[in-house]
């Protein structure tokens, strides 16, 4: 029997105002093409139903979107604070720490990765180019797929097995970034810059989060799925 992956999405509405749930080909494509099966999963589920959810989900992809509510890491928001989704924060953010509790795999992308490090208990830039001096560029103007920027990655790290070496060159589409790991978490991947780019759990089996887009890049470098291999490897067991 295939694994089960819960892949998390975005609210929208279509042009007949039609609400709705969006999650990109890219992420569910990777998840089938590890051998998976992805479900996109519900917006406004609570409680009980996200504690049964994560019982029968075997792992959990936290994919991009929009700002996470700092009100959720103990800010204000400031003026260059972006759209947020209130819904899809409160159920990821239960259903985030019913993974963590039940320590299921989690591979976290983009948004994703800065969820998981507000529920782990660390902080957010809510705005890399006002609050960081010196960054690079982080929102690029290349094609998706393109691997704009350096980063270097943490030697035994999780991502230097996946990858084989210990410097990558990743795309790169956010204006917000974790500021501070969350205790336990391991920082593993950084820019030039200083922009921390992806973090792995030391008290977990298998928690990964990483800042750029690899769902974009995976077709066109292939080695980059291993980040979805390796998630889809480790999901249903120890």
């Known amino acids: 029997m295939r694994k089960l992956i819960?892949?998390?999405?975005?609210?929208?509405s279509s042009r007949s105002g039609v609400e709705g749930i969006f999650a990109g080909d890219d992420y569910t494509a990777a998840i089938v093409e590890a051998g998976a099966l992805p479900m996109v999963l519900p917006i406004g589920l609570?409680?009980?139903?996200?504690?049964?959810l994560a019982d029968q989900l075997d792992g959990l992809l936290l994919t991009g979107g929009v700002?996470?509510?700092?009100?959720?890491f103990g800010e204000e928001p400031i003026p260059q604070l972006g759209e947020v989704s209130p819904a899809r924060d409160e159920m990821e953010w239960q259903l985030t720490e019913a993974f963590l509790a039940r320590d299921k795999p989690i591979f976290a992308i983009c948004r994703g990765i800065q969820v998981v490090n507000a529920?782990?208990?660390g902080t957010?830039?809510?705005d890399l180019h006002t609050q960081k001096r010196g960054v690079l560029q982080h929102t690029q103007r290349a094609p998706r797929w393109h691997a704009s920027h350096e980063v270097a990655l943490a030697a035994g790290s999780k991502l230097a097995a996946i990858f084989g070496t210990e410097r990558i060159r990743?795309?790169?589409?956010h204006h917000q970034a974790i500021r501070e790991a969350a205790p336990g978490f391991l920082v593993t991947a950084v820019a030039q810059d200083g922009v921390i780019e992806?973090?792995?759990?030391?008290?977990?089996?298998?928690?990964v989060g990483v800042q750029w887009h690899p769902e974009n890049m995976w077709r066109h470098q292939p080695i980059v799925h291993n980040l979805f291999q390796?998630?889809?490897?480790?999901?249903?067991?120890?």
């Open 198 to 207: 992806a973090v792995e759990s030391v008290r977990h089996h298998y928690v």
């Open 6 to 12: 819960g892949v998390t999405g975005s609210l929208y």
């Open 170 to 173: 990743v795309n790169s589409f």
């Open 46 to 52: 609570q409680d009980e139903a996200v504690e049964s």
């Open 67 to 72: 700002d996470l509510d700092p009100a959720y």
């Open 124 to 126: 957010l830039y809510q």
């Open 230 to 238: 390796t998630f889809v490897d480790n999901c249903g067991g120890k």
């Open 119 to 121: 529920v782990a208990g």
